[in-house]
């Protein structure tokens, strides 16, 4: 369900005056539809999906220290809340909505929620992500399929409205939280790789769709950040070195989003991490422990 | 609650909405619209039902060709008929189509040729509906003996704003008939149409260039031959002055007679007809438009347009030559989205098309004007195209017994100001020698010269009808308002 947002009724994009680029209504000779305002440096307004914790929190607070207006979406409205009067003081305004990635038919309802209350869109970044614990030898359907509806389906949800609205409009950008886990299949955790790698296949198809239409896709590539998602790892047990926090994580990727880059590890040291897995070979790789 | 509603509430009701930014094809002028997709009659009339209820303005809109705000709507939603795209039926034997409104011209085309039919009016580009095309009552390079589109239009159905499903031809509800084609989408929606296409015996027509070195040439030219030819059109270089003003190339077609191409059973399929997707086999088309985007400047376009004279002139001497009918007719398809040469940010960089149609006998010298003045206000058509037109019986029709002339003139923040203010002086001087303007190209002119331009009886009949049809104004949108509604409301 959609959870009743704001006080502001939905209204189009268009009706904010300074992103307006329709012609005046009313022109005549020597008065042409006013131009719209060139595109700015920065964003001016973006949405965030899963941003209740980890990364997603982070970049919320970086954007709106910016002074981006941010529409931040999660499950956790208690979370938001806390999220939203931590950036009380923010340049950017934040405004919280409520939303299940996993129900798929509120994605795009609630995207447009938020374009009302932005009055526009700048950048996307879809940074839900569920990662449940897998034992050894354990094939769990259900907890699988939980993956795969925050991770692929919840992201597809999402990012096809945008993409759409973004093409018509030839600028923005979109960014994808993808993981370091999708470059291989490891034993580990068998779906969350494969729902990472889905995410790369999608958001690198969307990148080149787009590229005509003036709109940047970035996918970005996470190694280990200290988020909810690595604690619930070391509380299995995996001794975790070298991680980075989500501010500094969530900064990185707003650089190469900025610098259009397309396909980021971050850290960038991961970079020769992912290089090395990728080419292990396979009769190796079945042996090894990663 | 009036005025916009987001796509979300209409969702919830009728068919599946988006929010998107809906631009003129010049994208020079667009607007962030929800835009309401119906695929069948009864989804279109529930659009309408919502509509009524809330009191929504709503903007008919099929392929989004026209070059200005015609599709537009940054008061309310656009209601897009291209998914409503069956061909409903082809009568082999009389080369009757019926058609739902979203077919586009490309669709129509590709159904009948095989069957050794094409379309009688078709416009410059394929990719406009049925509908939009007899919503603007488009016209080709067959205008001077064919008409336009309207003549070749049989019957059709108008759902209207209240709701009800109206029959129009022209002996039934004649009146609507004739203001609807031409009526730019403010009287109803169109949800079925009958077209006349035409027999043809070959998948090609024969194409004979020649060279004018002045506008004077080129219209004596047209005159000497528009009896005999099946299409003829004019391309002007708008960069050569003086004594040279005018000058360009005009192409003339005709079509083969039976038997004249012995083997019609191949050139009457599609892939005889389709454009190449690579130049020289290997660089794709689809990024040409970044190559003439290099060119896309003054000094650029003038080298381009003196290029394309000589050549021209090489050509006229060449003997005539067969080329497809889409090759000939679909010029503006070969390179695709080569609009976007122009400048791809939104709103601010584009073009805008500025078509006079002015009567035979003051023709040639308001259209000198019109280049002596460009040149002198530094504004000087990237693309000019010259056409023979002839009236017809639809009431806003922009065509009259004389010649048009299609200039296409950047846009740029820079440049904006006083291209509208050129605009203007021009539209002055056409409206004083009888001319008038086409809406599916037009973004200047605005309801006080609609009010000169159309003769007032049926500028009259029209507001008298908008009111029958439309009692609640629903059907509106940025045209409406800046070129109709100061006498139309």
């Known amino acids: ?290 | 609650m009036g005025g916009a509603l987001s796509g979300f509430a209409l969702r919830a009701r009728t068919a599946a909405a988006n929010l998107e930014y809906v631009e003129g094809w010049g994208m020079a002028v667009g607007a962030f619209s929800p835009v309401l997709r119906p695929r069948s009659v009864e989804e279109l009339l529930e659009c309408f039902r919502v509509a009524r209820e809330r009191g929504l303005s709503l903007t008919l809109r099929g392929g989004g060709n026209s070059y200005g705000d015609a599709s537009i709507n940054s008061r309310g939603a656009v209601l897009d008929c291209s998914r409503m795209d069956r061909v409903l039926a082809f009568d082999l034997a009389t080369g009757v189509a019926t058609l739902e409104p979203g077919v586009t011209i490309e669709k129509l085309w590709k159904t009948i040729l095989p069957l050794g039919f094409w379309p009688r009016v078709v416009s410059g580009t394929m990719f406009p509906t049925v509908a939009g095309a007899l919503a603007a009552n488009i016209h080709g390079k067959n205008n001077f003996a064919v008409g336009t589109i309207g003549d070749a239009c049989l019957e059709f159905d108008l759902a209207l704003p209240t709701g009800e499903v109206k029959t129009c031809n022209r002996e039934r509800n004649a009146d609507l008939f004739h203001a609807a084609i031409g009526g730019f989408g403010l009287l109803g929606a169109f949800t079925r149409i009958v077209l006349q296409t035409k027999r043809v015996h070959s998948g090609d027509v024969r194409v004979s260039a020649a060279s004018p070195r002045t506008l004077r040439e080129m219209m004596d030219w047209f005159e000497e031959h528009k009896h005999e030819s099946d299409y003829l059109v004019g391309w002007i270089d708008c960069f050569a002055g003086e004594d040279s003003a005018g000058r360009g190339l005009i192409h003339r077609a005709d079509y083969l007679e039976p038997g004249e191409d012995r083997h019609p059973e191949r050139t009457l399929r599609i892939d005889h007809q389709e454009l190449p997707a690579n130049i020289l086999g290997a660089f794709p088309k689809s990024q040409v438009w970044r190559i003439l985007r290099l060119f896309n400047n003054d000094l650029g376009m003038r080298s381009i347009n003196a290029a394309k004279y000589v050549a021209g002139r090489l050509e006229s001497m060449a003997p005539p030559y067969l080329q497809s009918h889409a090759g000939f007719a679909f010029l503006l398809d070969y390179v695709p989205n080569w609009k976007w040469a122009y400048g791809q940010q939104r709103g601010d960089y584009g073009l805008i098309q500025y078509q006079p149609f002015v009567p035979n006998e003051h023709a040639h010298a308001v259209h000198c004007e019109i280049l002596a003045r460009c040149r002198r206000a530094g504004h000087v058509p990237y693309l000019g195209v010259f056409k023979r037109h002839r009236p017809d019986p639809f009431w806003l029709t922009h065509a009259v017994d004389g010649w048009s002339f299609a200039l296409d003139f950047k846009v740029s923040p820079s440049r904006r100001q006083e291209l509208w203010k050129l605009c203007g002086e021009l539209t002055e001087l056409v409206i004083q020698a009888g001319g008038r303007f086409y809406f599916a190209k037009d973004a200047v002119v605005d309801a006080r010269d609609t009010a000169r331009f159309l003769p007032r009886a049926r500028l009259e009949a029209f507001a008298a009808l908008k009111h029958s049809c439309d009692p609640q104004q629903l059907l509106d949108g940025d045209l409406y308002r800046r070129a109709f509604r100061e006498w139309c409301a």
Not at chain 1, 110 to 132: C, T
Not at chain 1, 148 to 163: Q, R
Not at chain 1, 212 to 218: A, F, K, M, S
Not at chain 1, 223 to 248: C, D, H, Y
């Open chain 1, 1 to 290: 369900m959609v959870a009743p947002m704001s006080q502001h009724p939905p209204h189009a994009p268009s009706s904010d005056p300074a992103h307006a680029s329709a012609p005046h209504a009313d022109a005549h000779h020597g008065e042409p539809p006013a131009a719209a305002p060139t595109r700015a440096p920065t964003w001016k307004r973006a949405i965030v999906v899963g941003a209740s914790s980890g990364i997603g929190a982070a970049l919320v607070r970086e954007l709106a220290a910016a002074g981006t207006d941010v529409v931040a979406i999660a499950r956790r409205a208690e979370q938001l809340g806390e999220l939203a009067r931590s950036c009380a003081g923010a340049r950017g305004r934040v405004h919280v909505l409520a939303h299940d990635v996993a129900r798929f038919d509120d994605a795009a309802p609630a995207f447009e929620r938020a374009l009302a209350e932005l009055g526009g869109l700048d950048l996307i970044v879809y940074a839900a992500g569920a990662m449940r614990e897998i034992g050894a030898n354990e094939f769990d359907t259900g907890k699988d399929l939980d993956m795969l509806a925050v991770n692929v389906g919840g992201c597809v949800a999402w990012l096809n409205p945008a993409a759409n609205f973004l093409r018509t409009q030839r600028s923005g950008t979109l960014v994808g939280i993808s993981s370091i886990a999708g470059e291989r299949g490891r034993k580990g955790n068998p779906v969350y790789g494969a729902t990472k790698a889905a995410m790369n296949h999608y958001l690198e198809a969307l990148r080149n769709r787009l590229a005509d239409w003036n709109v940047h896709v970035c996918t970005i590539k996470p190694g280990f950040v200290e988020t909810p998602m690595l604690a619930q790892a070391r509380a299995q047990g995996r001794k975790i070195k070298g991680a980075i926090s989500a501010e500094e994580c969530a900064r990185s990727i707003l650089a190469a989003a900025r610098a259009r880059k397309n396909e980021v590890f971050v850290p960038f040291k991961w970079r020769l991490v992912g290089f090395v897995i990728r080419n292990i070979p396979s009769f190796l790789f079945k042996g090894m422990n990663i």
